[in-house]
């Protein structure tokens, strides 16, 4: 299966919102409730922000949120700090036994 | 708290192996699955393969890559057989969340596959 589809780049000015898009199909994305994103600083462990779709984890902040229509998820960062610089991965159930990643997003604050 | 850490990466040649270990700490091993997940130079993240009660791997590396794990010693591993130059990546370990994903994630170890 191909990975899914994600914009390589989204940038921003500190304070505004950020979308970020994921794009699969209905075998994974758009057929379960089990995306994930990840923000991965370079040299660094990757970071669970949100899973199942729209769940944030303990200590990530709430200006991270998470979404989804149909084969595509959606990441909106909002209230950009500089601390947010970084890349950014979505993540499906595949759906058979296997996981996708996106290719990854950089997104900048300008 | 929770800690992975991975070891056993290197420079290889081609056609020759490699196993990768991935230290687990600050919490009940065996009652985790766990991924292995690599990044090639300037690429996105890749899964490899899960290891719980099952083990399943992606299409590019089964057959040619093995998970393992020694709940004992709280360590997992990645045979790695038959290296290609494209094996060259970092490649992490992390704890799985049902359903599929995953909650703690290691630094890494980088592997080049080069003559």
């Known amino acids: 299966q191909s990975a899914l589809t994600q914009p390589p780049s989204a940038s921003g000015s500190p304070g505004q919102s950020v979308t970020i898009s994921c794009t699969g199909t209905?075998?994974?994305?758009?057929?379960?409730?089990?995306v994930s994103w990840y923000q991965h600083h370079p040299v660094k462990a990757p970071k669970l922000i949100i899973y199942?779709?729209?769940k944030r984890p303990s200590g990530v902040p709430d200006r991270f949120s998470g979404s989804k229509s149909g084969n595509t998820a959606s990441l909106t960062v909002s209230g950009l700090q500089a601390e947010d610089e970084a890349d950014y991965y979505c993540?499906?159930?595949?759906?058979?036994?296997?996981?996708?990643f996106g290719g990854g997003t950089k997104l900048t604050v300008l | 708290q929770v800690q992975l850490v991975e070891s056993g990466g290197g420079v290889v040649q081609p056609g020759t192996s490699l196993r990768l270990s991935c230290a687990a700490s600050g919490f009940t091993f065996s009652n985790y699955g766990m991924h292995w997940v690599r990044q090639a130079p300037g690429k996105g993240l890749e899964w490899l393969a899960y290891?719980?009660?099952?083990?399943y791997y992606a299409d590019s590396v089964k057959g040619r890559f093995t998970t393992s794990r020694d709940n004992s010693r709280n360590t997992l591993y990645l045979q790695m057989n038959s290296l290609r130059v494209e094996d060259t990546a970092v490649y992490y370990c992390?704890?799985?969340?049902?359903?599929?994903?995953?909650?703690?994630w290691g630094q890494g170890t980088l592997v080049t596959v080069s003559s």
């Open positions: 992390s704890r799985d969340r049902h359903p599929w994903y995953s909650d703690y």
């Open positions: 993540s499906s159930y595949g759906g058979t036994n296997n996981l996708l």
């Open positions: 290891d719980g009660n099952n083990k």
């Open positions: 199942e779709v729209s």
């Open positions: 209905s075998s994974d994305v758009g057929g379960y409730n089990y």
